[in-house]
């Protein structure tokens, strides 16, 4: 799950040029965003943090072409916005990079008359690549793919671990409320155990999500066993010749799971990620529906108001696959979000199991 040759998907080769390839109208920061700060603009935000996870992508594609000083590619797509690198995540079975830990660049801005960090810019970012298809990535990054694919869960992966560790390190050293963690992809899949992980400490980082893994092995035999239970309940209590007597418990169990459920709906909003989905990618397009069907409505619930999940659809985007599920299109300007689903049923799912122990 991820794009062949940096991130940006379609089937020919590109040459990942910062200024040829990258967002065409963003300024770099100024003295200005110690007045207001660019950063406090979601979809400033959005293009600069899928710029960084670009960035994870083309360090890797340095190290394998050998560029390095100024034929590297991946420096140019943090510089801009006055990061600088703090180290990269190297994967320890083939020697990869998967990830960058970035940091704001203090010296660097104060080049352009920047004293302070502009509000909203968090201190550190990490962020996560999605599969690579080139010879000495591709049998690790499809390893963790179908880790995802069979059992839903990239825990037992060593890049689960070096990610936790960098991202806990950070936390330690900066705080919670200045980090943020980034993915695309199957990158989005780590970022979002790694969120998971930490949330359920009690520790609530800033988590972007670009076009997440949606699809399982796991969820589907799940859904298969959720479906084959009601059946069951629904012929043991035709068939019972009390029926009747059975409902009266069934109903206050009920009532109390609706408390328990308004309750749970109230913790699972303490950790709020942003998805950005396009619903022609099938990879990540059962995110945009609570009932699974990748469709761009809004929706209000009764009973309680606020999101589980801020999820981003995108609108009149890429058609194809591989450019829908590519990761470019989340720093152009040239497609229309929407703020399409403020509810989505699977990432619920994902945040109820924060708070209620799985089997």
């Not at 065409?24 to 960084?52: E, G, K, M």
């Amino acid at each position: 799950m991820g794009s062949n040759g940096g991130g940006g998907g379609g089937g020919k080769q590109v040459l990942w040029e910062f200024h040829a390839t990258g967002p065409r109208n963003i300024s770099n920061p100024s003295w200005r965003d110690l007045i207001r700060s660019s950063w406090t603009d979601p979809n400033y935000r959005r293009i600069a943090v899928s710029c960084f996870v670009q960035a994870a992508y083309l360090l890797e594609l340095d190290r394998q072409e050998k560029r390095n000083g100024e034929s590297a590619l991946a420096p140019n797509w943090w510089k801009p916005f006055k990061y600088k690198l703090v180290r990269p995540l190297i994967d320890s079975r083939d020697g990869s990079i998967y990830g960058v830990l970035l940091e704001w660049d203090q010296l660097a801005a104060l080049s352009d008359l920047i004293v302070l960090r502009p509000n909203g810019a968090p201190k550190v970012v990490l962020a996560i690549r999605g599969t690579v298809l080139k010879q000495s990535t591709v049998v690790r990054d499809l390893e963790d793919d179908f880790r995802f694919f069979t059992m839903e869960s990239l825990r037992g992966s060593v890049r689960f671990t070096g990610a936790l560790e960098a991202l806990k390190s950070a936390i330690d050293k900066h705080g919670s409320n200045n980090v943020c963690i980034a993915g695309h992809s199957l990158g989005a899949g780590f970022a979002l155990q790694v969120g998971k992980t930490l949330a359920q400490d009690g520790i609530f980082v800033e988590c972007h999500l670009f076009n997440p893994p949606s699809v399982s092995l796991g969820m589907g035999l799940r859904k298969l066993q959720e479906k084959a239970g009601k059946v069951l309940k629904r012929y043991v209590s035709g068939s019972s010749s009390n029926a009747t007597e059975l409902s009266h418990p069934t109903e206050d169990g009920g009532a109390a799971s609706e408390i328990g459920e308004e309750k749970l709906i109230k913790e699972v909003k303490r950790w709020v990620p942003n998805l950005y989905i396009n619903s022609c990618d099938y990879i990540c397009c059962f995110y945009a529906d609570r009932s699974g069907v990748a469709t761009v409505t809004a929706e209000k619930h009764d009973g309680h108001s606020g999101t589980h999940s801020k999820l981003f659809v995108i609108a009149k985007g890429p058609k194809k696959f591989l450019e829908a599920h590519g990761l470019q299109q989340w720093w152009s300007d040239d497609y229309e979000l929407q703020l399409a689903v403020h509810d989505s049923k699977l990432m619920y799912r994902h945040l109820k199991s924060l708070y209620v122990n799985e089997s």
